[in-house]
T-cell receptor, first 111, second 112 residues
């Protein structure tokens, strides 16, 4: 079967750094996505990792280790607007058809 | 503006009353998909379509139907809704070879 694990909830302080982990065991792997979803809204794309290593995009970075089945999303200089759920998703094949999602990590930022 | 549009956004209905949730995208995407989102379960794929007249089941297709007669539209049909189909539904689209999904705003469905 396919399995994607990420913590259910996390809390962090405004201005700090937080790391959200994701581990996966899947029958195929083409790449890993991170999406952000504010309460009551649609998920929006944050990052996509295919190769091992760190991809940096402003305050957000995403890391992938294919051999370990592991990824993390790093958020720096946290702002209150970063309070949201963060969804880890694995693309199983080369096309868009098979993308499976983890249950999401709800991140709360306190002042 | 590039977007995925779903309607209705909110709906309360009763068991057995057929309903359709529409989805339309203006980005010329080949791929479209329907997900349902339930607490603790994340997004689960219901059906997807790789192109016009090509549809396939996702992980939770029971009780749903879809069609893809035009590239831009991908309606989700509940022929006889049941309370276990109460959920938040998202339509998504992308170019076939990228996988970056663009989501609609969601349709919250309650079946009594």
């Amino acid at each position: 079967g396919q399995n994607i694990d990420q913590p259910t909830e996390m809390t962090a302080t405004e201005g700090a750094i937080v790391q959200i982990n994701c581990t996966y065991q899947t029958s195929g792997f083409n790449g890993l996505f991170w999406y952000q979803q504010h309460a009551g809204e649609a998920p929006t794309f944050l990052s996509y990792n295919v190769l091992d290593g760190l991809e940096e995009k402003g305050r957000f970075s995403s890391f992938l280790s294919r051999s370990k089945g592991y990824s993390y999303l790093l958020l720096k200089e946290l702002q209150m607007k970063d309070s949201a759920s963060y969804l880890c998703a694995v693309q199983l094949g080369s096309s868009a058809s098979k993308i499976i999602f983890g249950s999401g990590t709800r991140l709360s930022i306190r002042p | 503006e590039a977007q995925v549009t779903q309607n209705p956004r909110y709906l309360i209905t009763v068991t057995g009353k057929k309903l359709t949730v529409t989805c339309s995208q203006n980005m010329n995407h080949e791929y479209m998909s329907w997900y349902r989102q339930d607490p603790g379960l994340g997004l689960r794929q219901i059906y997807y379509s790789m192109n016009v007249e090509v549809t396939d089941k996702g992980d939770v297709p029971e009780g749903y139907k879809v069609s893809r007669k035009e590239k831009r539209n991908f309606p989700l049909i509940l022929e006889s809704p049941s309370p276990n189909q109460t959920s938040l539904y998202f339509c998504a689209s992308s170019f076939q070879n990228t996988g970056e999904l663009f989501f609609g705003e969601g349709s919250r469905l309650t079946v009594l």
